[in-house]
Structures are given as C-alpha cells and as structure tokens.
C-alpha cells in the first residue's frame, strides 16, 4: 500500500501509526477500571471486544515462507477484520502486512527490541514455513544461543543502531536486546527437512525447543505434509523453561502453501462467530462444517485467540504499570 514511498513519506507513515497507537493508550485511562475487570481468557461477548477495542494494542509481526506465493497478508488482513488494530499490523516504514522469512533473526530480536522500548507492548510473532523457523530462530537469539549481545535496530530508519540495550518503558532502566520477551509466538507448518535443505543447521536440535523468550507459544503442524517432511509420528514442540507450549495438528487435508489464508473466515458470519467463540481444550465444541469456506479454520480461530488474549494481556499490564507510576 506504501511502496516507494520517499523519506518524508515514510517518516509520515511513521509519525501517524504511532500517533494511532498513542490514541489508544490514552484511551486505557477512560476505560480503567473495565479493561482491569477483563478476564483475557473470556473475550467472546460483544462487550468485552468493545472494552477491548479501546486498549493499545501489540506489533503483530507476520513472517513469510521460503516462497511467499501465498504471503502473510491474508492472515493480517483477517486480524483486521477481526477487530485488530491496522496501525499494529502494519511495518512502520512502508505499511506492509508481512514480512520477509529471508530477514535475519538478529535483526528480528532488534526489532522487537525497538518496538517494546517505543510503545511498552511486547510484540507478537507469527511465521509461516520458512518464516516458522525464523520466529523459533529470534526466541533463541533473544534466549542469547547465538550472540551474547544484539543490536537494537530501527524499523523506521531501517538501520542497526550503536546499543544493544534499551531503556525499558516500564523500569527506565537500560537493559539488553538479549533477555527480553515476545508476548506471543506462533509457527505454521514449519518442518525440520527443509531445514536440512536449506543448511540451516544450527536450528535442527533447536527448532521444536521453545525458551523463555516468549510468554506463550502455538505450533501448528500438518499432518502428513510431504513439503514440512511430516509423516504419521509429528515431532512436537517442547519448552525448555517456563513457556506456555501448545501442539496443535491440523487437517491432511490442510494445504502447505495455503495454510495462510485466512481472511476469507471473518467475512463469513457462520465462521466468523465459530471464531470468535472458540476455545482451546477438550471439552470444545467442534467447528462448524456448513460454512461456504472451511479451509484453515482451526489454525485462525487458534491464532485469533491467542492474540486476542495476548493483547489484552499486554493492554492490562501497560494500564496496570502506568497506572501505579
């Protein structure tokens, strides 16, 4: 939507997204003592999406596959029409919905650095294949299994700066790029032979070892995907610490390449309200089969609690901190 946009432009683009997301700080206050009251893991109703609505929202980083004929975009777009907020969905030096599997890991963990010092939100990362792999690389780099130090790097500016440390929004303290935390990760259909492929060595004992470089982490997995090199037996992710883990398996029938498109569920009202009233565990009732369109309808309506919950999680703690400041 903002390609080639000059300097100026960019900075505009800036200027404005972070001018949206300091609307919705300020508007926590007004909403106080509701937003507090939320319980993050019952969002379904109406009412809690509205208080919800009003409360600053994390950096939802989209991470593409090895070739993104298929990109991230339709599942940002299926945030949007969800309720997430564009300003956080979108990289604030060109407005694009996903990002490169290709980008560094280290450059990943600096701008994740970035974005939490600038607004207080952990953000929250979400790869498909290829891009899978980079989301479990950054949580290692920023467990420090690669470097012992990370710099921070601006996404704006799109240049490394001189530090590795930023000063936490919270404490005013400097403390290292190394250490810090996502709120939220999420890796789809991400397989360990393409790492042999690709020579991605260093990943094959780490890739399914989550650290405690993010609060809560979903691993979505195909069965039988010849493309991932999954048969029957799927290899399942594990935390290393006190991360919150979660497998989940889907469909054979699930396509490799297709698994990010999503957008289409939220237009329609009978997957749209299986969506929004899912919740993970035994006792939930399966999704609806008589939509027009079912394809990826577990993964979103996972991914979409998840983040919904992460985001008033962040929300909470933001209004939580600033309000005791």
């Avoid at 109703?45 to 975009?73: C, D, F, H, K, Y």
Wanted: some cysteine; charged content about 15%; overall charge neutral.
């Amino acid at each position: 939507m903002f390609p080639g946009l000059p300097g100026a432009g960019r900075r505009l683009l800036a200027a404005l997204i972070v001018a949206v997301g300091t609307v919705s700080l300020i508007s926590v206050a007004s909403a106080a003592v509701p937003a507090a009251a939320l319980d993050c893991g019952q969002l379904a109703s109406p009412g809690a999406m509205q208080v919800l609505a009003t409360m600053p929202a994390p950096r939802v980083i989209g991470l593409n596959g090895s070739v993104p004929i298929v990109t991230m975009e339709s599942f940002a777009r299926f945030l949007q029409a969800m309720g997430y907020p564009e300003a956080s969905l979108r990289g604030p030096r060109d407005g694009a919905l996903s990002m490169s599997g290709y980008t560094s890991s280290t450059t990943l963990a600096g701008i994740v650095a970035w974005h939490y010092e600038q607004s207080g939100l952990r953000p929250m990362l979400v790869g498909h294949s290829r891009g899978g792999m980079l989301v479990v690389r950054t949580l290692h780099e920023l467990d420090g299994a690669f470097a012992e130090s990370i710099p921070v790097y601006d996404p704006v500016a799109d240049v490394e700066l001189p530090r590795t440390t930023i000063i936490d929004p919270y404490t005013h303290v400097a403390r290292p790029v190394v250490g810090l935390q996502v709120a939220f990760a999420a890796a789809i259909a991400t397989g360990t032979w393409p790492r042999v492929l690709q020579g991605q060595w260093s990943m094959l004992s780490r890739l399914r070892r989550i650290p405690d470089a993010t609060e809560a982490f979903t691993g979505f997995t195909i069965a039988w995907d010849p493309i991932a090199g999954n048969g029957g037996e799927v290899e399942v992710y594990a935390a290393t610490g006190r991360a919150e883990v979660r497998n989940v398996l889907l469909p054979a029938a699930t396509s490799h390449i297709g698994a990010p498109l999503v957008e289409q569920l939220a237009a329609d009202p009978v997957t749209r309200q299986a969506i929004i009233d899912w919740r993970p565990g035994d006792s939930t009732p399966p999704l609806p089969t008589g939509a027009s369109d079912n394809r990826n309808l577990l993964q979103a309506a996972e991914l979409w609690f998840s983040i919904r919950k992460h985001w008033c999680v962040e929300g909470q703690r933001w209004q939580r901190v600033r309000g005791t400041s």
